[in-house]
């Protein structure tokens, strides 16, 4: 059983260890029961500590993906995850299946393998020792003041003018839209939403019965011939919408487009809600709506979570005085604030310097990456919807086989694709994949990839 160990990657080899198992024993059909080789023997055919191969196991089984018999080593445990308790990404597919090492293709986030530990372990040691407010207390409704601060300098060098009573911290920016709707939209209205777009923004306004009307999404941003007539037709109330490294196409706003958008929202009376949660993936010049709005009429929300930590929940929300205001009530009712600690430690990461380094490298890694990405998926000759030029996401399909057929062929693989319907409003299947640049080049998925190219006639 060779397991493949990467001493010099950044993730612990126990880690790579239980993963490399997980991916093994999915991709070769074990049966429940089957027992593994000896944790001496994977040890030695590894050149691995035989401590780390059985702390590895004893992961698995507390995973429910081995079980542990006395005198007999390790067996392959019977899968008993339920849908809801399967490992979870957004956009992916529900199945009672046991989906541990599989590959999420299609994932919204820096894969684990990617996070590095050193500088956040630095600030959550650091806020531990010397902050015993943000260690024990509850932050206030609008925010820790340092870290507010810290954003304004941030947002400046998007062009994006705030001052500490336009901006709020929030929960992640998960958190901010659902402040936004429930506070500014009440049931019955009606939003306009890109199409494909973020599924989880879809299922919150289908919660609070807002109905969505669609604008398809080009490579340029929102259709904005479809966009006006829209307007003109519906009278929404709002338009939510992706600027940079759109949610799942990777597409940008143009300058003209986003001009357009504002000119067309103004003239209509229609909210703009601005979600830039992957902005620190982003280099060079750039537009944002919010950049340009000079009548409060843009409400921007933006997340440490794509770059530092999904666990560690820390977004925010910028828009005018008033608007804020309304906002930090409905947060200080339902949840009375964010939690203090983790806006201490991003404060803190901020002020080191440190974040601004995690982002320099994470973004010098998806640019590799995404290169080799896009390469694969020309050799297989995938269709790609705009070729991005920074961000997470490519959005692609097969131009041999349809959705049924490629998802075959990726469970082959031991990769997990996103659902068909999960990024429709109106969920309607679609061929197109969401691809995580920083999972492509992944063997696995250059597995999935050269397996779904078209058969080419032999050289002679």
Not at 58 to 87: K, M, N
Not at 303 to 314: A, G, H
Not at 438 to 458: E, G, L, N, S, V
Request: charged fraction near 20%; hydrophobic fraction near 45%.
């Amino acid at each position: 059983m060779e397991l493949r160990i990467d001493r010099q990657a950044l993730v612990p080899v126990v880690q790579q260890v239980v993963d490399a198992l997980a991916s093994w024993l999915h991709q070769s059909d074990i049966v429940p029961g089957t027992r593994l080789p000896s944790a001496r023997q994977i040890a030695r055919t590894n050149l691995l500590s035989q401590s780390s191969v059985v702390e590895a196991c004893d992961r698995l089984v507390a995973q429910g993906v081995l079980a542990s018999r006395h005198g007999a080593g390790f067996i392959v445990a019977a899968p008993t995850l339920t849908a809801a308790d399967s490992p979870w990404f957004e956009g992916a597919e529900l199945r009672p299946v046991n989906a541990a090492g599989e590959l999420k293709l299609g994932c919204g986030g820096l894969p684990e393998s990617w996070r590095e530990t050193d500088d956040l372990t630095y600030a959550i040691r650091e806020v531990s020792r010397t902050d015993m407010a943000g260690l024990f207390n509850y932050s206030t409704p609008l925010g820790l003041l340092a870290l507010r601060q810290h954003i304004i300098k941030r947002l400046s060098l998007l062009d994006i003018d705030a001052e500490e009573n336009r901006i709020m911290t929030t929960a992640g920016a998960s958190q901010g839209l659902d402040l936004i709707v429930r506070t500014l939209l009440k049931p019955g209205d009606c939003v306009v939403v890109e199409s494909p777009g973020y599924s989880l923004l879809f299922e919150l306004l289908r919660l609070h019965g807002v109905s969505m009307i669609e604008v398809p999404r080009t490579p340029r941003g929102p259709d904005i011939e479809v966009l006006e007539a829209l307007l003109l037709e519906k009278k929404p109330r709002a338009l939510f919408i992706n600027s940079f490294y759109h949610n799942p196409t990777g597409s940008n706003l143009t300058p003209v487009v986003a001009q357009r958008i504002l000119h067309l929202a103004k003239n209509h009376g229609v909210l703009v809600i601005e979600d830039d949660v992957y902005a620190d993936f982003h280099s060079g010049p750039g537009t944002r709506l919010a950049a340009l709005d000079a009548d409060d009429n843009v409400i921007y929300v933006g997340s440490f979570s794509k770059t530092l930590s999904s666990s560690l929940r820390v977004g925010f929300v910028v828009a005018g005085a008033d608007v804020i205001s309304r906002l930090a009530e409905v947060k200080r009712i339902s949840s009375l604030s964010a939690s203090g600690f983790c806006e201490s430690v991003l404060a803190c990461l901020l002020a080191s310097g440190a974040y601004r380094k995690l982002v320099l490298r994470l973004r010098q890694r998806l640019r590799h990456d995404r290169e080799a990405a896009l390469q694969v998926l020309e050799d297989a000759e995938w269709e790609v919807f705009g070729k991005p030029v920074g961000g997470l996401f490519i959005w692609a399909r097969s131009r041999k086989s349809d959705y049924a057929h490629v998802r075959t062929q990726a469970r082959r693989f031991g990769v997990l694709l996103s659902s068909a319907t999960a990024f429709s409003p109106a969920g309607e299947a679609s061929d197109w994949q969401r691809i995580n640049v920083a999972c492509a080049c992944d063997p696995r998925a250059r597995a999935f990839f050269q397996a779904t190219a078209p058969d080419r006639p032999q050289a002679f």
